[in-house]
């Protein structure tokens, strides 16, 4: 018997190839559609890659047809909030006009169960304090934000197909034993950034943004989330919808926030090394302080992280080190 077939779209990203190894394990194909505009082709490790866009109504509907997936991932968006307020025209394009119409060719296919790679970005601004919560208000303050909330809301509204969005906080770490981590060009994300001016694969050291946020040491708090955890969300996710669950949206975070101080001395601590860094200005739209509520992925979906910061740095460390990385990064075949 033929195993089931899953349809990733980014499935050569950082997450998606993340998820990818999570469904093989799990007995899953998984069937990856990527454009390679920004995934990596050595990161399809677990099943096929068809090259394509996924605004590509016919293309999606042959590749249902072929490999009959049981079930949707959407992951290719872009994701850089800097860059979305600079361009916010393609990001309408590429994040809501483009996934809707692959949920419609989903919907006309028959794969009636997506799972929604969102982002803690809907929430904006909190406008008050403690750990965001899923009935939080929904204001995003940068086009990125914007369109994940757009196409959330389109996708709840098609006839006939569930979801889970699935509202990430600050994902992180790497899965080094399969060859698989971030790896961003540019990359603007404080973990891989840290390492890389530690490791000396940068020219600038790192700029912390903002040191009199009202903290415990005037930096920002964020809830970082390993990307094992995150992937394991998938499954739980994919799982509820397989079983005949509802529409749902859900946050991914650990419930715990750290400080970017705490987050280099972390790094400081594993490494036995200092990261150089600058202090800077705050950045526009920075809160102090974003953390997960995480309960309703508990009840919901019987998922709470297993991994803290410490296995983050010590997997991104350990990523950023590799041969592997520093091919992908050159520009080379890695295998």
Request: aromatic fraction near 8%; include cysteine; glycine fraction near 10%.
């Amino acid at each position: 018997m033929a195993l089931p077939s899953i349809l990733v779209t980014g499935g050569a990203g950082y997450i998606g190839s993340a998820v990818c190894h999570a469904l093989q394990q799990r007995g899953y194909v998984p069937v990856t559609l990527d454009d390679l505009r920004h995934g990596h082709p050595s990161a399809v490790k677990f099943g096929p890659l068809i090259e394509g866009d996924v605004g590509d109504t016919a293309l999606v509907q042959k590749i249902c047809a072929e490999h009959k997936p049981v079930a949707a991932l959407h992951f290719a968006a872009l994701i850089e909030v800097a860059e979305s307020v600079r361009e916010p025209a393609r990001y309408i394009d590429n994040n809501v006009h483009k996934a809707q119409r692959l949920f419609q060719a989903l919907q006309s296919s028959g794969v009636t169960k997506v799972v929604f790679s969102s982002t803690a970005a809907v929430y904006g601004m909190p406008g008050r304090a403690g750990a965001i919560a899923e009935d939080w208000p929904l204001q995003p303050i940068n086009p990125y934000g914007q369109t994940k909330l757009d196409a959330e809301n389109f996708l709840r509204g098609l006839l006939g197909v569930t979801s889970v969005a699935l509202r990430y906080f600050n994902a992180a770490g790497a899965l080094p034993e399969v060859g698989l981590g971030e790896a961003h060009r540019p990359e603007t994300h404080l973990v891989p950034n840290a390492l890389l001016s530690l490791l000396n694969l940068k020219a600038e050291p790192l700029t912390v943004f903002g040191t009199d946020y009202p903290t415990p040491d005037g930096t920002a708090v964020r809830d970082y989330i390993h990307i094992a955890d995150l992937a394991e969300a998938h499954l739980r996710a994919l799982g509820y919808l397989l079983q005949g669950g509802k529409t749902e949206a859900v946050n991914l975070g650990t419930g715990t926030g750290a400080s970017i101080k705490t987050v280099l001395d972390s790094i400081q601590n594993i490494t036995g090394k200092a990261v150089p860094f600058v202090y800077g200005p705050r950045r526009l739209g920075d809160p102090p302080f974003l953390v997960a509520d995480n309960k309703r992925a508990l009840s919901i979906l019987g998922w709470q992280p297993r991994l803290g910061l410490t296995d983050i740095v010590t997997s991104a460390y350990e990523w950023h080190s590799s041969a592997i990385y520093r091919a992908l990064m050159d520009g080379e075949a890695a295998g």
